[in-house]
């Protein structure tokens, strides 16, 4: 959840309730986030080191969403775990 903000960028609001699905970062349409997958440790990034590395909007990337991006929803095969689990 975000809380805007007079001129400036949205702020995360109640951070402790992330529960790290990642649906954030994946509906970012400028790749500006990343969600570090510790939930239950509160981390603290630097915007410039996750730019370096391509860690911004990586989540986003991996799967395929965005502009001029291959979707991979067909090699993910989630789906067959779930089917065993029935």
């Not at 609001?13 to 790749?31: F, G, H, I, K, N």
């Not at 986003?60 to 089917?83: M, Y």
């Amino acid at each position: 959840m975000f809380d805007r903000v007079a001129d400036a960028p949205p702020t995360i609001a109640r951070q402790s309730d992330c529960q790290t699905c990642y649906m954030c970062e994946l509906y970012c349409p400028v790749d500006a986030l990343y969600v570090a997958p510790e939930s239950d440790v509160k981390t603290s990034v630097n915007e410039a080191e996750l730019a370096e590395v391509g860690l911004l909007g990586s989540y986003r990337e991996n799967i395929g969403w965005g502009h001029k991006r291959t979707s991979t929803a067909k090699a993910d095969q989630t789906f067959q775990i779930l089917k065993q689990m029935k």
